[in-house]
């Protein structure tokens, strides 16, 4: 891992002295106003924390580092005779803030590569779990079983320096990343083909070799994964996967701990979970509909009829975009380069058509527009991946690139725990009668 931590260990002197500059001359200055609406409502919009790793535009969505999603697909660099970037190269990038050349990826996945090894009593761990757990219950169980091997906690209890904080978080993160698509695929093979595990292959890339282990060697489904990784990395810091990994970190949790308990929240209906969700949701359609290619006006009418029910349609809408999500448009891009005329695909680019003008008409909803989750699941069951419980998982193994290059930043900076100020509901009727002068404290 030395050429890599070497540039980080660069990167971050030079961002932690600007930091303390900009603190220096500017450290008081107020940034916007909360309302009592967005106190009471998740914090929605308020802005509380740093994460250099990406940032997301409610019109133009995500950047990593500056870089949209077509400019990443265009820039990263590929496996030979590909088209879809290699993630190693977006975690490069989120990591060091530039663009990596195809010997800088190399190095990542040399790095994976070597770092990948499970141990046996991880193994034993899940299975001594029933099989009707659910895929992401197995996974961050896996994560924590993991954590015994982790250097920062060695190290911690040694008694390390505050300086040294972030290298032993890097070497975690690296350990980890390694690791997660072995244990993924271990999971999938356990629970849906009847434990019929996949040797690793050494010699592929990290998305490659969680494809073949995974078993699926089609080389367009290798490309899928090479995709669908690099675009679910990263959303910026306030979605609860990132927020919860950041806030348990900032305790001086480790990476395999604080990485856990943001999957838990990955895991939950409202964020990861919905990808799993929308599939199911189409399943469903078809099955009442007794079609697996239904009309126009049978998906209005079926939509209308969620709605009405006050149920929502999983994959519509998002707590920031105000846009179609420029990661669906990765993934409808991809599909109709590689399956034209698949049914289900075709259907999910008439819901895209159908959706948005009828939640448009309710005049309540402020982002009608598709998400990430409302694509990803139709690619997977093009190939034979019909399993939708599991697609959480494959999100996790994502997801961990971005929250991990974040904490390992957030120790590089030397940012302390995390702990805003709470208020109860009297004090705040009180505030409101003008009893309270000073809000908050």
Known sequence: MGILKERFRAKADIASAEIKSILKEHGGKKIGEVTLSQIYQGMRGITGLVTETSLLDAQEGIRFRGYSIPELREKLPKVPGGTEPLPEGLFYLMLIGEIPTE???QHVTDVLQRKSHVPNHVFKIIDSMPLTTHPMTM??????ALQTESCFMKRYSQGMSKKDYWEATFDDSLILLARLPRLAAYIYRRKYHNGEDITPDGMMDWSGNL???????????????????TIHADHEGGNVSAHTTHLV????SDPYLAYAAGMNGLAGP???????EVIKWIFEMQEKLGTDLPTHDQIENYVRQTLSEGKVVPGYGHAVLRQTDPRYTAQMEFGKKYMREDKLCRTVWKIYEVVPPILE???KVKNPWPNVDAHSGALLVHFGMKEYEFYTVLFAVSRAMGVLASLIWDRALGLPIERPKSVTTDLV???????DEIWGE
Do not use: C, I, P
Request: charged share 20%; hydrophobic share 45%.
């Open 429 to 435: 009727k009180k505030w409101l009668n003008g009893e």
């Open 211 to 229: 494809a073949h282990m995974l078993g699926f060697n089609d080389d367009k489904f290798k490309e899928l994964m090479r995709l669908y990784m």
């Open 103 to 105: 010997e800088d990826v």
């Open 270 to 276: 409202l964020h990861g979970l919905a990808n799993q």
């Open 361 to 363: 008409s309710l005049g």
């Open 249 to 252: 970190g900032s305790a001086l």
């Open 139 to 144: 996974f961050v169980t896996g994560v924590m």
